[in-house]
């Protein structure tokens, strides 16, 4: 059973920084595509960042990008999302997805596993 456990949310100021882990089980990740997305009140889950777990390749949306850098530790079978220079249109929940697909990555429908989420919230 693949389970993805999202910590690290909280409260910030704009311009400050907040580290994301999701915790990975159940899996074989290394085969595995592993995305960031959120959801702000009243609007769609919208792409952050995604990375082939066995190349390491990214992407980003533009909208994070310069800011947000994904990573991940195969020891421990956990990806990160480091948000830097955060701004009040970064608060949303804040969700780990895993996918076996290899296109439209950028789309949350190309996702199979999700974690519970965590709220991340930019003060100004």
């Known amino acids: 059973q693949v389970q993805l456990v999202e910590s690290g949310g909280g409260w910030v100021q704009t311009g400050g920084s907040l580290r994301l882990s999701c915790a990975t089980s159940g899996g074989t990740f290394g085969r595995y595509v592993m995305g960031w997305f959120r959801q702000a009140p009243g609007k769609e889950r919208e792409f952050v960042s995604y990375m082939m777990w066995s190349s390491g390749l990214t992407s980003y949306a533009d909208s994070v990008k310069g800011r947000f850098t994904f990573s991940r530790d195969n020891a421990k079978n956990t990806v990160y999302l480091q948000m830097n220079s955060l701004k009040p249109e970064d608060t949303a929940v804040y969700y780990c997805?895993?996918?076996?697909?290899?296109?439209?990555?950028?789309?949350?429908?190309?996702?199979?596993?999700w974690g519970q989420g965590t709220q991340v919230t930019v003060s100004s």
């Open positions: 997805a895993a996918s076996m697909r290899v296109m439209r990555l950028n789309s949350w429908s190309q996702y199979d596993y």
